[in-house]
Nanobody, 125 residues
Framework: VHLVESGGGVVQAGDSLRLSCAASGRTFRSYAMAWFRQTPGKERELIAVLRERDTITYYADSVKGRFTISRDYDKDTVYLQMDSLKPEDTAVYFC???????????????????WGQGTQVTVSS
């Protein structure tokens, strides 16, 4: 499956932004889709994950209450609505797709087989 993110940009603290990740070429059912982010010199961290079969979600503590992951199955697209953005949210954001099961709260990069190219989000203070 090919994943393409869009929607990144430069915003001010307190603003909102919505990222999109469109999937194509899918020939199998996904187990979960997720958003990660990464800053220079740091590990890619899980932000939010959505399990397909029941739409159960999990969020990192750093974004809980501010970010929302959602899915449009007709468009095969996953979204990340980001509200009340902070300068520390500045990062490259990646979407990812997993076909095998894992505990949502323990999701790791290695659980996801397919990745997008990333989109930059910059939040100025």
């Amino acid at each position: 499956v090919h994943l393409v993110e869009s929607g990144g940009g430069v915003v001010q603290a307190g603003d909102s932004l919505r990222l999109s990740c469109a999937a194509s070429g899918r020939t199998f059912r996904s187990y979960a889709m997720a958003w990660f982010r990464q800053t220079p010199g740091k590990e890619r961290e899980l932000i939010a994950v959505l399990r397909e079969r029941d739409t159960i979600t999990y969020y990192a503590d750093s974004v809980k209450g501010r970010f929302t992951i959602s899915r449009d199955y007709d468009k095969d697209t996953v979204y990340l609505q980001m509200d009340s953005l902070k300068p520390e949210d500045t990062a490259v954001y990646f979407c990812a797709d997993a076909t095998s099961s894992f505990p949502l709260s323990g999701a790791r990069k290695s659980d996801f087989e397919f990745w997008g190219q990333g989109t930059q989000v910059t939040v100025s203070s």
